[in-house]
């Protein structure tokens, strides 16, 4: 009978102690940084009005929970299933750690006030949306970084230029997916 006590108390004990660990860890660490949209939902169909099917135009995205001591925030969008290798949608880095959205249709003419606008995988400086070869769905990924500075980059740079540049700089990321098939 006192083994069954013993187990049980100590199994109350320790739920108990998880609770309380778990609760801290959540008062402590504040808000959960996320990255959403009013379009499409994480892992749904992203509507075809924001495709090359489509007015390929940006959906709305909306953020919130930046981490505390952010000087700056990093927007990419990619598709790891395009067929010659990761393709890159689109590029916007040295956003304010205040701002909170990017409306639909963000345009590249009003990057000087939200930040700078990269070039993407077909040399562009601006949105380009999904546009997968027909038959297979591809996966696209929305990622917000949080810096710990402002990127020393001018306008039009790179995936790659920003990935460089952001390392050992980042405080938080969170990514929304999007899935579209042709």
Not at 43 to 52: A, K, L, N, V
Not at 90 to 99: E, F, G, K, R, T
Not at 129 to 148: Q, S, W
């Amino acid at each position: 009978m006192r083994r069954i006590f013993a187990r049980y108390v100590t199994a109350q004990v320790m739920a108990t102690l998880v609770t309380l660990l778990v609760r801290n860890s959540l008062a402590q660490s504040g808000p959960v940084f996320f990255l959403a949209s009013s379009d499409f939902q994480n892992g749904e169909t992203i509507p075809e009005r924001y495709t090359c099917s489509g007015l390929n135009t940006s959906p709305a995205l909306s953020w919130n929970g930046v981490p505390g001591g952010a000087r700056s925030l990093v927007l990419t969008v990619d598709d790891p299933d395009a067929p010659g290798g990761t393709f890159v949608h689109w590029v916007i880095y040295n956003l304010s750690p205040a701002s909170k959205q990017l409306p639909e249709g963000f345009s590249s003419s009003a990057h000087d006030v939200i930040g700078e606008v990269g070039t993407n995988g077909g040399g562009e400086g601006s949105y380009t949306g999904p546009c997968p070869p027909p038959g297979k769905p591809h996966h696209y990924h929305f990622r917000l970084y949080a810096l710990d500075q402002k990127l020393p980059l001018g306008p039009g740079a790179t995936e790659a230029q920003v990935d460089a540049a952001m390392k050992g700089h980042v405080l938080g990321e969170t990514e929304l997916v999007g899935v579209f098939e042709r």
